[in-house]
């Protein structure tokens, strides 16, 4: 028996069971997944390739967008996240009222009072109000005025980013327009009137709004309205006007006339100059009369006994808070009168310019400037001017200096009084800045 018998059985052996395992494995299926899968993306080895790839390229857009955008929200949070800053508010004068929020009933403001975005000031004919925004910008509110605070809003992280928005209803208000923190600073503030709005920059301002006009004046600075697609601006000693409807008008005057029609241009059927009133209140006949001449001048005429008065009268109802100069200019002429002087108790003259007003306590006044030629009697003379012709004169005096002094102006009136008298007037102006 050989010696190589057993190695030989035992390699036909291994051999047997590796050709049986060779056919197992040629009848079996390409790819067996490791588990079973109910996906259609992962069935193949190529589909879920592309699902792998997919998978890891989106998570580097991912990883890229949020790499990006977090530090870019961060910086836009930091620079534009805002927060409502909250004014003061307190008396100057008598009682203001204050309305929250601009929705429900008026109260009376506490001694100092807080003002929140939306709230609404108002005060009365003899009230004031003084407002302290967070910039330290200031608004002095005067009689008769109605303002709101819309906007008051400061970056949460950058305080020299901020917004001012203060609109002005009615009445006048004196802004003072603090500076802002240094020179990168992006401060907007705005005055809004009817019809417009009104950018300001460091300064300060009147603003006047009346029922279809608002003017802004510029004490210091430049203001720049925005009205009707159109701009106009006014620097130091300027003036710009919005009309309701109508583009602004800038780089006008300081100086403002507050009569209406202070030439004469332009009358009525009976001769009465447009904007003025006509009376005469002459104790007997004949009544004083009134003329348009040729030059435009408005001429007075009587020529009997008796006390005359003959007017030519203007309404002109508006506060003088806040100007800081009050003219009345006209041109008069006295061609003759019979009663000397001011006449037996120095208040009757050919030609007198007379303006009712109110003083600080409401109470009415009335300031008188007469012109004459002769006073060959000796007769009393008060508060007038004796003229040295018949030629034209030009006659200026400033209201304010007046004791007490005009808070407000009722109305004006050119008067030709006495008995027998002729006079003229070719202007009248109530010059204010």
Same mark, same amino acid.
């Given at each position: 028996m050989?010696?190589?018998e057993? $190695?030989?059985?035992?390699?036909a &052996?291994t051999? @047997?069971?590796?050709?049986? $395992?060779?056919? !197992? ?18 069935? %193949?080895?190529?589909q879920?390739?592309v699902?792998?790839w997919?998978?890891?390229?989106? $998570? ?10 977090i530090? @870019?929200?961060r910086a ?7 927060e ?6 307190r ?10 929020q601009?929705v429900?009933?008026?109260?009376? &403001? ?15 004919? /003899?009230?004031?109000?003084? !407002?302290?925004?967070f910039? =330290? ?10 303002v ?47 019809g417009?709005?009104? +950018?300001?920059?460091?300064?300060s301002?009147s ?9 802004v ?6 203001? %720049? &309205?925005?009205? /009707? ?8 000693g300027q ?6 409807g ?20 332009g009358?009525?059927v ?16 004949p009544? =004083? ?7 435009? &001048? !408005?001429?007075?005429s009587?020529?009997g ?9 203007? /309404?002109?109802d508006?506060?003088?808070?806040d ?6 200019? @006209? ?5 003759? +009168?019979?009663?000397?002087g =001011?006449?037996?108790? =120095? ?21 008188? +400037?007469?012109?004459f030629l002769? /006073? ?27 004791v007490?002094r ?20 070719n202007?009248? +102006?109530?010059?204010?800045?």
């Open positions: 050989s010696v190589r057993p $190695a030989s059985a035992e390699t &052996a051999d @047997a069971a590796t050709r049986a $395992a060779d056919r !197992i494995i040629a009848t079996r299926p390409a790819y067996a997944p490791f588990v079973q899968s109910f996906s259609a993306y992962t069935a %193949t080895v190529d879920a390739s699902l792998a997919r998978v890891t390229v989106g $998570a580097m857009a991912l990883l890229v967008v949020l790499a990006v955008t530090p @870019a929200g836009w949070y930091v620079g534009w996240a805002i409502s800053k909250a004014a003061s508010v008396a100057v004068e008598s009682v203001i009222f204050l309305q929250r601009g429900g009933d008026w109260v009376a &403001a506490e001694a100092r009072d807080s003002l929140d975005e939306g709230d609404v000031v108002r005060t009365a004919i /003899n009230a004031r109000a003084f !407002i302290q925004f910039d =330290g910008s200031t608004a002095l509110v005067y009689p008769n005025t109605t709101t605070l819309l906007r008051s809003q400061r970056a949460r992280f950058r305080p020299d980013r901020y917004t001012l928005v203060l609109v002005v209803d009615e009445g006048r208000v004196r802004f003072g327009v603090a500076p802002p923190p240094d020179e990168e600073a992006n401060a907007f503030v705005q005055a809004r009137v009817p417009g709005e009104v +950018h300001l920059v460091e300064g301002y603003v006047d709004v009346t029922k279809d006009t608002a003017q004046t510029t004490r210091r600075g430049v203001a %720049t &309205a925005h009205a /009707n697609g159109q701009t106009a601006a006014a620097v130091t003036r710009v006007r919005v009309d309701r109508k583009g602004p008008i800038g780089a006008l005057p300081a100086r403002r006339d507050l009569l209406q029609n202070p030439v004469f241009g009358t009525d009976s001769g009465v100059p447009a904007e003025w009133e006509f009376r005469d209140i002459s104790e007997r006949d009544a =004083g009369m009134i003329k348009v001449e040729g030059d435009g &001048a !408005i001429s007075f009587r020529a006994v008796g006390h005359g008065e003959t007017i030519l009268s203007q /309404n002109v508006v506060d003088l808070w100007f800081e100069r009050v003219d009345i200019e @006209a041109g008069v002429r006295v061609l003759e +009168h019979s009663l000397s =001011g006449g037996w108790q =120095g208040s009757e003259y050919p030609m007198m310019l007379r303006i009712t007003f109110r003083d600080i306590t409401g109470t009415v006044h009335s300031w008188t +400037h007469g012109f002769h /006073n060959d009697d000796g007769l009393p003379v008060r508060d007038a001017t004796r003229v040295a012709s018949r030629e034209w004169q030009r006659y200026e005096a400033s209201l304010l200096s007046l007490p005009p808070w407000r102006i009722i109305r004006v009136e050119v008067v030709a009084s006495g008995w027998d008298y002729a006079s003229s007037v202007s009248i +102006h109530l010059w204010a800045d």
